[in-house]
């Protein structure tokens, strides 16, 4: 699966909008960009994913470049409780979930 | 998370015994997964299974096995306990989607 880039931290204030970066510019046309956060201890949880085009859930929304080569997770209003290391993956379906160091979203009062 | 749980949620044990973690679904999902996370090392994948009696191995297999005798159960074992299997041992499983739902974890430390 394509490797990806992120940053490795970034501040938010709580109550704005967290936009998280992603780069995959490897990535090949089976494969989608999921979108996972890990809470202080806890296991992994899955936030989002998508192919080509944005997708938005309760949780999240995911905006994909046209080119796919880089996504954006958006958090509408985050709060204190979206403190966590996010995860983006490039995955084709079938292969098993590769983790990198993901990003710490740090939102702050 | 609901619908997948792992037992015990801690352990400590002593070098070279064999220590077993189990990991329960109720999801009826095909494909579990246990995964190993340490410091500097992120998630990383020890083995996999993709039925009954399916399985292989991930990332960082050496030391461990597993077994699925059941779709709900996937345990993993280490057959001979060393200081550098002290861990935290995530399970988790995935939907037709390879949306993972991860276990709460288990904190084990060898000494």
């Known amino acids: 699966d394509a490797k990806t880039t992120q940053p490795p931290s970034m501040d938010c204030a709580e109550g704005r909008a967290a936009n998280l970066p992603c780069n995959h510019s490897?990535?090949?046309?089976?494969?989608?960009v999921y979108w996972y956060r890990q809470i202080h201890s806890q296991g992994p949880q899955y936030i989002i994913h998508?192919?080509?085009n944005n997708e938005t859930n309760e949780m999240a929304s995911l905006i994909i470049t046209e080119d796919r080569k880089s996504s954006t997770l958006i958090l509408p209003h985050a709060t204190l409780r979206d403190t966590a290391v996010y995860y983006c993956?490039?995955?084709?379906?079938?292969?098993?979930?590769?983790f990198g160091a993901g990003t710490i979203l740090r939102v702050k009062s | 998370d609901a619908g997948i749980t792992q037992s015990p949620r801690h352990k400590v044990t002593e070098t070279g015994t064999p220590v077993t973690l189990r990991c329960h679904q109720t999801?009826?999902?095909?494909?579990m997964y246990w995964y190993r996370q340490d410091p500097g090392h992120g998630l990383r994948l020890i083995h996999y299974?993709?039925?009954?009696?399916?399985?292989d191995k991930g990332e960082v297999s050496d030391g461990y096995s597993v077994s699925r005798s059941k779709t709900e159960d996937f345990l993993l074992t280490l057959e001979s306990a060393t200081s550098s299997q002290t861990s935290v041992y995530f399970c988790?499983?995935?939907?037709?989607?390879?949306?993972?739902?991860f276990g709460s974890g288990t904190r084990l430390t060898v000494v």
């Open positions: 988790a499983i995935s939907d037709p989607s390879y949306r993972y739902t």
């Open positions: 490897t990535i090949s046309g089976n494969e989608y």
């Open positions: 998508g192919l080509k």
């Open positions: 993956i490039a995955l084709e379906y079938g292969n098993k979930l590769v």
């Open positions: 999801e009826n999902h095909r494909y």
């Open positions: 299974s993709y039925g009954v009696k399916d399985t």
